[in-house]
């Protein structure tokens, strides 16, 4: 049986959906599992022992030149690259309008939440079949639920993420790691606070370390340091360089953003900040092997 996962963006989500494809290598051995990400965050899925292929999209990429005959190629081998899979089921659990559009590339049957449950209530129209998963639920039980209502398993135990690392073991004098930054101003952090957090961390012996993506968020990220005590700030890395250092921080303290779940993924000693959504809906949660 092949099934494909869409869950397309953004990291924190490609994150939680993660212990679904463990949830359905467990209880379908011989399943093949597939996923279907934003080019961005792709390396995401391939992190999982349980991924066979993840097929890459660029919507934010392609939505920019949408006249431009490269993106159209992109597309067509997208769509190909789906369409010949021929997988048996696709689950949407995005629950948005494009990643249904998305999962209608396949050609096969695609199952999601209904319309009372999805985020976006008119996916649901792309879907041959649909469940009910209440939007109360954590993000990752919600992921979970969908996958046992439309393969017909029992869902068991606490989450487990299936990240593979091959990451040397971690040492006396590893860094911690702040992760400062953040999708959008309403989830940042004042600065006193990081100051606060790094002195404390310095006076215990133990260094710091930043990592940001764009250069704004270097500028910002540099300009704690110059304010800080033992911290620096990162090189720019890859995710999955990334998530090696991650696996072997000491504690990682971070704000509600993909790097932080991934590091609370990884089974690292992780602290959240959360400044503008629920954390009883996103909120951190480890793997049930660590």
């Not at 679904?20 to 391939?46: G, K, N, R, T, Y």
């Not at 096969?108 to 209440?134: K, L, M, N």
């Not at 400062?180 to 100051?195: F, I, M, P, Q, T």
């Amino acid at each position: 049986m092949r099934i494909l996962i869409v869950k397309t963006s953004s990291m924190g989500d490609v994150v939680h959906a993660l212990p679904l494809a463990a949830d359905i290598a467990h209880a379908l051995p011989a399943a093949q599992i597939d996923w279907l990400c934003e080019e961005a965050f792709a390396s995401i899925p391939a992190l999982s022992h349980h991924i066979s292929e993840v097929h890459r999209v660029a919507l934010r990429r392609w939505r920019k030149r949408p006249f431009d005959p490269a993106v159209w190629r992109e597309v067509r081998i997208a769509k190909s690259a789906l369409r010949d899979a021929d997988y048996d089921l696709v689950l949407d659990v995005q629950g948005l309008t494009k990643s249904a559009w998305l999962a209608r590339w396949t050609g096969a049957q695609v199952a999601g939440f209904d319309s009372s449950t999805a985020r976006e209530g008119i996916a649901a129209h792309f879907y041959q079949r649909r469940f009910a998963v209440p939007r109360s639920l954590h993000a990752i039980e919600r992921c979970r639920r969908l996958g046992a209502a439309a393969l017909g398993y029992p869902i068991t135990g606490e989450p487990r993420f299936g990240i593979a690392l091959n990451a040397a073991p971690a040492t006396r004098d590893q860094a911690a790691v702040l992760l400062v930054n953040a999708s959008r101003a309403s989830k940042l952090w004042d600065e006193e606070g990081w100051l606060a957090v790094e002195c404390w961390l310095a006076q215990q012996g133990i260094a710091s370390v930043l990592f940001c993506g764009t250069a704004a968020e270097r500028s910002r990220s540099e300009l704690l340091v110059s304010r800080m005590q033992r911290a620096k700030v990162g090189p720019p890395s890859s995710l999955a360089s990334i998530a090696v250092t991650l696996s072997t921080a000491p504690i990682v303290i971070g704000l509600d953003t993909g790097l932080t779940h991934l590091a609370a993924a990884l089974g690292r000693p992780t602290v959240g900040i959360f400044c503008d959504y629920d954390p009883a809906l996103v909120g951190l949660t480890g793997d049930a092997d660590a």
